[in-house]
């Protein structure tokens, strides 16, 4: 007996996935204090559980934009700022994300547990409980054993250890580091992003991360954003296709190098243009 034939359907096409609402996302931003223009027509967006890093050259607004993301600076009216999908103010962010500075701004008088849990004791959470919390958390930061060590004796990375606890404790979905090893030595500095990337990748938070260390945003990011010479704006956005979890000798991989050379250019240009412009101010007029 032959078969019935089933009508043709025709061709089908899946419905393409939506991608999720970013984060943060920053439309349009432009920061002037006086007669200097710090940034302009930035625009950028940051994705749930994401590592984007921001290079540029130096004085191209990085830290104004991280100032405007912590809520301790409002952008000049025009501008777009989303969080969580809701449009905001710079001010509304103030205390909804967490940012730790380059410094690890360490209290000397403080031990390490005490020092950790600074931000949820600030919140209104019990010191017992706060401990209690941090001291569960001190064998994933490799600081098991030191809670009663303070800071003069810790090493420059056990301090920054101690301060990305902190950072962490102060539980927010997008967290801000400006620079945290950049005051480490090369192997320090190598181990902490490793270790930086085993933490983050178990509590997958969002993070926004400044370094002038064109190999630490490759290693660390799923994206690189460059910034313009002053002012400042995304001159390019170049997603970071390695595969995770990294190794170090990733670091050596054409793909790698691929990427450090497009970075490279794009960042030597904008330091060209830098340097110019601070020549031309300095000429008599």
């Excluded at 019935?4 to 991608?19: K, W």
């Excluded at 940051?46 to 191209?60: A, D, I, K, M, N």
């Excluded at 905001?88 to 205390?95: E, N, R, S, V, Y």
């Excluded at 940012?99 to 950790?116: G, H, I, K, T, Y």
């Amino acid at each position: 007996m032959q078969a019935a034939r089933l009508p043709n359907p025709g061709p089908t096409t899946e419905a393409p996935q939506a991608r999720p609402e970013p984060l943060l996302y920053l439309g349009a931003l432009n920061k002037t204090f006086g007669p200097v223009a710090a940034l302009s027509g930035l625009q950028a967006s940051v994705g749930p559980g994401e590592f984007v890093t921001v290079v540029g050259p130096s004085g191209c607004g990085k830290s104004t934009l991280f100032n405007i993301v912590a809520g301790l600076e409002e952008p000049d009216a025009g501008g777009i700022l989303r969080f969580e999908g809701k449009s905001c103010h710079a001010a509304d962010l103030l205390g909804r994300v967490s940012f730790m500075p380059q410094r690890d701004l360490l209290f000397p008088w403080r031990n390490v547990v005490d020092n950790a849990i600074l931000a949820l004791e600030v919140e209104g959470m019990p010191r017992d409980q706060a401990r209690a919390k941090a001291l569960k958390m001190l064998p994933e930061f490799g600081l098991a054993g030191f809670e009663k060590q303070y800071p003069n004796q810790l090493s420059g990375g056990m301090r920054q250890r101690v301060a990305l606890m902190r950072t962490f404790l102060f539980e927010r979905d997008l967290m801000l580091l400006d620079e945290p090893f950049g005051a480490l030595d090369a192997l320090t500095r190598a181990m902490m992003q490793r270790w930086l990337l085993d933490v983050w990748q178990k509590y997958r938070r969002t993070i926004l991360f400044i370094t002038h260390d064109v190999d630490e945003a490759i290693f660390l990011g799923d994206r690189v954003l460059v910034m313009t010479a002053r002012p400042g704006s995304v001159k390019l956005e170049q997603v970071v296709d390695l595969p995770r979890p990294r190794r170090p000798e990733i670091v050596t991989s054409p793909e790698f190098v691929r990427l450090k050379r497009t970075l490279l250019d794009a960042i030597e240009e904008e330091s060209m243009k830098s340097f110019q412009s601070s020549i031309a101010q300095e000429k008599p007029q």
